[in-house]
């Protein structure tokens, strides 16, 4: 399992440019609170904590992860953002109902992503319990939020210097 090989928060390896010029849209699934609040905290504080400044950062929370996809959709129809992070927990359960939100959500962020030509991250949990859930929501294994965040801005840096 590659969180067991990496902490999700840890970016010791890697040059982060700064977020300051970056304006960032953040959508939230409200389905599995406690998870996507962390996730949420950890993704703004990466935000911040690498350079951009709070009147640059919109969220926006849907009901669930399926929502997630709509709600970056909307975010982009809109304009001014670099890039949109998305920020949800699917956990399984005994029904086959996991498998085809996942598909989904997966399918639909990359779908937004191409159709806006801007970065759309995929900072879903999609884990087999809730304690898998809870070590990468900041436990254990780190805080898949702020890897989605630090991924935005990389994204977003990267968006700009090909534009020249």
């Not at 030509?117 to 949990?125: Q, T, Y």
């Amino acid at each position: 399992m590659a969180t067991q090989l990496k902490n999700l928060s840890d970016f010791s390896n890697t040059e982060i440019p700064s977020a300051q010029p970056y304006r960032f849209g953040i959508v939230v699934a409200e389905w599995n609170a406690e998870i996507t609040n962390a996730l949420y905290q950890g993704a703004y504080q990466s935000l911040v904590n690498n350079g951009a400044l709070p009147e640059n950062i919109v969220v926006y929370p849907v009901p669930g992860s399926f929502e997630l996809t709509s709600g970056a959709d909307l975010l982009l129809k809109k304009g001014g953002l670099e890039a949109v992070i998305c920020l949800g927990c699917v956990i399984q359960g005994e029904t086959r109902h996991f498998d085809f939100i996942c598909d989904a959500v997966a399918n639909g962020v990359s779908n937004v992503a191409i159709k806006y030509s801007k970065p759309v991250i995929f900072g879903v949990l999609t884990t087999d319990n809730q304690q898998q859930a809870i070590d990468r929501a900041g436990g254990k294994h780190g805080n898949k939020g702020d890897e989605a965040a630090i991924t935005a801005i990389k994204m977003a840096h990267l968006a700009e210097t090909l534009k020249g």
